[in-house]
Every structure is written in structure tokens, then in C-alpha cells.
């Protein structure tokens, strides 16, 4: 996991405000699919947590969010706290997500390569935690530039 000062779950705890605190677990989730997804698709972790709706940014924005959904271990609602939004912005990021794959076959390929390639990485990251550390040491996204191009 990442430690507690760097963790993407623990800097934007609380945005939208809620009463008690994230479990490890939790916060290790949240992490570990932001590293994935950041990794995979090239786009800084400071970008998928943040508020911008650029293009770019919402497949691995939506990919955080369905990893940690599909982990069962993650509420909606602390989904949308651990990103600053409250479960209703989350809930229509998955649905508006999905209704365009539906309707769209270009982007459903291209999107479901990128999802598994980064679910494989978020499940390495499990196994191997310091791995993750590594990977996201060469580049943090949150001091604002973009991954370099071997990543």
C-alpha cells in the first residue's frame, strides 16, 4: 500500500464530508486502482481524481470505479467520498459510462482492452504492493505532469 501521506484515497478524504474514517483495506483498494488505471492508460492519478471531464480522463476515471465496485469491499457512497463527489456523481459516471460503450463498438474494444490490462495490474499490485510503489515513484501524478513516454 501506499503510505498513508501519499495515498490517493487519504489527500482527497473528506471533499464532500463524511463522518468517520476509511479502513485500510478501503484505502489500499482506492490506491491500487488509481495506480492501475493511471499506469495503463497514461493519465496522471492527480487527472482521475480530479473534477475535469476531458475525454481521456473518464475511461480510466470509470475504470477506478467499476475495479473497486467489483472489489464488493467499497460502498458507493465512500467511492464518492474517497474522490471528492458524492455517490450520485459516481453512479452517473457508471451509467453514462455504460450507455455510451453500448452504443458505441469502437470504443467497447477499445476500452475493454484497456480494462483488462489494468485489471491484470491491479490484481499484481495485491500480490506484489511494492511493486505499485515503484511504478508510481518514476511519476506522481499529483505534481502535475504527464507520465513520461516509456511508461
Not at 137 to 148: A, I
Given at each position: ?72 469491499a467499497i460502498k458507493l457512497s465512500h467511492l464518492g467520498n474517497f474522490l471528492g463527489r458524492d455517490h450520485g456523481a459516481v453512479w452517473h459516471g457508471i451509467k453514462a459510462m455504460t450507455d455510451w460503450l453500448e452504443s458505441n463498438d469502437r470504443s467497447r474494444d477499445k ?41
Open positions: 500500500m501506499i503510505e498513508e501521506e501519499s495515498s490517493y484515497a487519504q489527500n482527497e478524504w473528506g471533499r464532500v464530508g463524511r463522518r468517520s474514517q476509511p479502513s485500510a483495506k478501503e484505502k489500499d483498494i482506492i490506491d491500487r486502482a488509481i495506480a492501475a488505471a493511471s499506469i495503463e492508460s497514461g493519465v496522471p492519478p492527480s487527472a482521475i481524481v480530479g473534477r475535469k471531464r476531458l475525454e481521456r480522463y473518464i475511461a480510466p476515471r470509470f475504470i477506478v470505479y467499476k475495479l473497486c465496485m467489483d472489489s464488493k476500452f475493454r482492452e484497456l480494462y483488462e490490462r489494468t485489471e491484470k495490474r491491479y490484481k499484481e499490485y495485491e500480490s506484489d504492493p511494492e511493486r505499485m510503489v515503484q511504478e508510481l515513484s518514476v511519476y506522481d501524478g499529483r505534481q502535475g505532469d504527464d507520465l513520461p513516454p516509456e511508461a
